[in-house]
Nanobody
Framework: QVQFVESGGGLVQPGGSLTLSCAAS?????IGWFRQAPGKEREGVSC???????DYDASVKGRFTISRDNAKNTVYLQMNSLKPEDTAIYYC?????????????WGQGTQVTVSS
């Protein structure tokens, strides 16, 4: 079983930045984030494997950067140039990378709101 400690969500104006962090215990290969906005389906955001391979959804590529500290079992998501459509609950999750990111476990989520 994996335990998650997520932090960093909040309210930010369009064009602003936020950094999410997540410490995840246990054994896993890849860790990352997906999000869900009210009334919408879950959407993968980004993930990173233990060898440093990264995957980004097209909607965030060039604006978001994922990084990982293996010694601390922590993943970071630097989010720049935020848009109102980035508003969602962001969930930290662990799993593997194939043709995209695939998750087995996830945390309770942290709210990100982009609004003026």
């Amino acid at each position: 079983q994996v335990q998650f400690v997520e932090s960093g969500g909040g309210l930010v104006q369009p064009g602003g930045s936020l950094t999410l962090s997540c410490a995840a215990s246990g054994d896993y290969v890849a860790i990352g984030w997906f999000r869900q906005a009210p009334g919408k389906e879950r959407e993968g955001v980004s993930c990173i494997s233990s060898d440093g391979s990264r995957d980004y959804d097209a909607s965030v590529k060039g604006r978001f950067t994922i990084s990982r500290d293996n010694a601390k079992n922590t993943v970071y998501l630097q989010m720049n140039s935020l848009k109102p459509e980035d508003t969602a609950i962001y969930y930290c999750a662990v799993g593997w990378i194939g043709e995209g990111c695939f998750y087995d476990y996830w945390g309770q989520g942290t709210q990100v709101t982009v609004s003026s």
